[in-house]
């Protein structure tokens, strides 16, 4: 089993920048593809961002390309997620998840799951 603890959700200003956390334990991530998801207030859940096992290959959402950045340490079983330019819209729990195959598209590909960590971004 993985353990996936979201943190670095916060309120923030338009224009501001975040960087989440997503600490695995109970087993190591450094072969799980990773991603980010969020799930904005009466939205359903949407991919933001997905990442290989070795890092080296990443993929976006064209709401966040150019402004998000993930990226992951396998040293340290995290992955992370730098948002910057921060907009209203991105306002939503983002969650961290792990497994299926690089590139993970679909809440259901991905066999573990974060909590959430909530961002809010005023206007």
């Known amino acids: 089993q993985v353990q996936l603890v979201e943190s670095g959700g916060g309120l923030v200003q338009a224009g501001g920048s975040l960087r989440l956390s997503c600490a695995a334990s109970g087993r190591t991530v450094s072969n799980y593809v990773m991603g980010w998801l969020r799930q904005g207030p009466g939205k359903e859940r949407e991919f933001v961002a997905t990442i290989n096992w070795s890092g080296g290959r990443t993929y976006y959402a064209d709401s966040v390309k150019g402004r998000f950045t993930i990226s992951r340490d396998n040293a340290k079983n995290t992955v992370y997620l730098q948002m910057n330019s921060l907009k209203p819209e991105d306002t939503a729990v983002y969650f961290c998840?792990?497994?299926?195959?690089?590139?993970?598209?679909?809440?259901?590909?991905?066999?573990?799951w974060g909590q959430g960590t909530q961002v809010t971004v005023s206007s």
């Open positions: 998840a792990a497994g299926g195959t690089f590139p993970s598209f679909r809440t259901d590909g991905y066999e573990y």
